[in-house]
């Protein structure tokens, strides 16, 4: 069932998993309220939704060209849609309550470029928007699509959807133990159970937790500052946390938490100059970027890119790629292998010149090197998935740093292999062999296995396979698979690690 799941979100975008969820919600909602079985009016519903769309789209623009910024047409509808989601919606001729969630809407787009650090905005959009106007218009957030019983099952079902997409349980689990700990602890002890309920059901817990608190832009990177940030957040957004007689609301507790990652997660937005463009093998190619500062990075982790587009497809104009290149150089290299049918993101990228300028963020990424040198590993790769372990590789040789490594290599023809060079040099200088299996045959040689690495293929190259970790990176279904072999040869879930990250699509 879960392997169901994940191969359902992993053929979309997060962004766009997020804009479906949160269109499914108005749309229902706009329903529910038709047939009155929810206390929304559909007409306002809809007049707010295009006031804010349009408001949010407008000042987005505006504020992109005066900060020079890519704006991404996706998240201008992902904080739309959730004010429209956690204000009340304004009624026809309502002047006050249209212009209060204009204004929401309006600020919070203004905010991505007015807070940032190094390019990367502060505060969650939504959070920020919806605050200002509870303070200055006396229109607050009144979290409307929380605490609907009709609406909840497609909240808390849409939201884990989410959570699973970004792999962050571990950060919504840590919110959710202080929230309800701390929502017991400053209530009344024979109400306990009471209080729970409400927290759960009554509260925006679920939509808060899954859509805002996951945002990955505004929380830190590694698990235990994320544990951390969930924590703090959970425990100021209890109902009945103040502080000198001010009490939090959700929304307050998202952007006290935001400045907690500015602190512990500095990195912000690199703008990156292509210097060119290397063929690595048959469709991959090596773009060589050079960046405007210093990237300090661990070998194996992963940026998210973001492409100027004339023309963006339904995967949008954001991706995210492993670095291929190892933290001691001094360009940064990206390997991206090419399709005929590739996405509009693709597309434009090739078409990319020497000079030509991108933006990444969001580093982030455990599938790194252990600290222990003496641990045994394997590397099992799959086509471009080689990318994580060539930025791994170089970093040793660069250091002259021998390890107990083995790696094998699946490909569907021989002129895929990519970054051979580097994996003689590791074979020839540090002692780590390579073995390669290719499903045609043409130009094989007689050390390579004819088809795909599978547990036999596994058990004769690496025959002390019980005693290593191993690190699996490839396209989603030959990591399953290989995960699914390892398993059968009696290797523990815990000693095997994939490259993840939340943008497979």
């Known amino acids: 069932m879960i392997s169901?799941?994940?191969?359902?979100?992993?053929?979309?975008?997060?962004?766009?998993?997020?804009?479906?969820?949160?269109?499914?919600?108005?749309?229902?909602?706009?329903?529910?309220?038709?047939?009155?079985?929810?206390?929304?009016?559909?007409?306002?519903?809809?007049?707010?939704?295009?006031?804010?769309?349009?408001?949010g789209w407008i000042a987005n623009q505006i504020f992109a060209r005066v900060f020079g910024a890519i704006p991404n047409v996706e998240s201008i509808y992902i904080t739309?849609?959730?004010?429209?989601?956690?204000m009340d919606p304004a009624p026809l001729g309502d002047l006050s309550a249209a212009g209060a969630i204009v204004f929401a809407s309006a600020w919070?787009?203004?905010?991505?470029?007015?807070?940032?650090?190094?390019?990367?905005?502060?505060?969650?959009?939504?959070?920020?928007?919806?605050?200002?106007?509870a303070l200055l218009l006396d229109h607050p957030a009144t979290w409307w699509v929380s605490g609907q019983i009709w609406l909840m099952p497609i909240v808390v079902i849409g939201g884990l959807l989410i959570v699973r997409k970004l792999r962050r349980f571990d950060l919504v689990l840590a919110f959710a133990v202080a929230n309800l700990g701390v929502t017991v602890l400053t209530g009344n002890p024979s109400d306990a159970l009471q209080s729970m309920r409400f927290a759960l059901f009554d509260s925006p817990f679920f939509f808060f937790a899954c859509v805002m608190l996951t945002?990955?832009?505004?929380?830190?990177?590694?698990?235990?500052?994320?544990?951390?940030?969930?924590?703090?957040?959970?425990?100021?957004?209890a109902p009945n946390v103040a502080i000198a007689r001010y009490y939090f609301t959700p929304e307050v507790a998202?952007?006290?938490?935001?400045?907690?990652?500015?602190?512990?997660?500095?990195?912000?937005?690199?703008?990156?100059?292509?210097?060119?463009?290397e063929q690595a093998a048959a469709g991959v190619y090596d773009f060589v970027f050079q960046p405007d500062r210093k990237l300090a990075f661990a070998a194996g982790q992963y940026l998210e890119w973001t492409l100027p587009l004339q023309g963006s497809d339904s995967r949008g104009n954001r991706r995210y790629f492993t670095i291929a290149s190892s933290p001691s150089e001094d360009a940064v290299r990206?390997?991206?292998k090419f399709s005929p049918r590739g996405s509009?993101?693709?597309?434009?990228?090739?078409?990319?010149?020497?000079?030509?300028?991108?933006?990444?963020?969001?580093?982030?990424?455990s599938f790194t090197l252990p600290r222990n040198r003496r641990r045994k590993l394997a590397f099992i790769a799959g086509g471009i998935g080689m990318t994580p372990f060539r930025s791994m590789l170089e970093e040793l040789l660069e250091r002259g740093e021998t390890r107990p490594i083995k790696v094998l290599y699946g490909n569907n023809r021989l002129d895929e292999v990519a970054y051979a060079d580097v994996l003689k040099r590791a074979r020839?200088?540090?002692?780590?062999?390579?073995?390669?299996?290719?499903?045609?045959?043409?130009?094989?040689?007689?050390?390579?296995?004819?088809?795909?690495?599978?547990?036999?293929?596994?058990?004769?190259?690496?025959?002390?396979?019980?005693?290593?970790t191993f690190y699996v990176s490839g396209p989603q279904p030959m990591v399953s698979a290989t995960r699914e072999s390892l398993r059968e040869l009696g290797v523990p879930a815990w000693r095997i690690k994939t490259d993840f990250f939340p943008g497979l699509a």
Do not use: C
């Not at 739309?80 to 956690?86: F, H, K, P, Q």
């Not at 203004?110 to 502060?122: D, E, G, L, P």
């Not at 945002?215 to 959970?234: D, M």
């Open 108 to 133: 919070a787009m203004a905010s991505k470029f007015i807070f940032s650090v190094r390019r990367r905005h502060v505060f969650n959009p939504a959070a920020l928007g919806v605050a200002l106007p």
């Open 4 to 55: 169901l799941i994940d191969r359902f979100i992993d053929r979309v975008t997060m962004y766009r998993l997020v804009l479906w969820y949160l269109v499914g919600l108005v749309l229902v909602a706009a329903v529910l309220g038709t047939l009155h079985l929810i206390a929304v009016d559909p007409i306002a519903l809809a007049l707010s939704t295009v006031l804010v769309i349009t408001g």
């Open 428 to 468: 020839d200088e540090l002692g780590i062999p390579t073995w390669y299996a290719v499903r045609d045959a043409t130009g094989a040689t007689s050390d390579m296995k004819v088809g795909f690495i599978d547990a036999d293929m596994i058990e004769e190259r690496i025959p002390d396979y019980r005693d290593r």
């Open 344 to 365: 509009a993101f693709k597309r434009g990228l090739s078409q990319l010149q020497p000079g030509d300028q991108i933006v990444a963020s969001q580093l982030a990424g």
């Open 215 to 237: 945002e990955p832009l505004t929380a830190p990177q590694g698990k235990v500052w994320r544990l951390i940030y969930g924590v703090v957040v959970g425990g100021l957004a």
């Open 80 to 86: 739309g849609l959730i004010i429209v989601l956690i």
């Open 254 to 277: 998202l952007l006290v938490g935001n400045l907690l990652t500015v602190i512990v997660s500095p990195q912000g937005r690199v703008v990156l100059t292509l210097e060119r463009i």
């Open 334 to 336: 990206l390997g991206v």
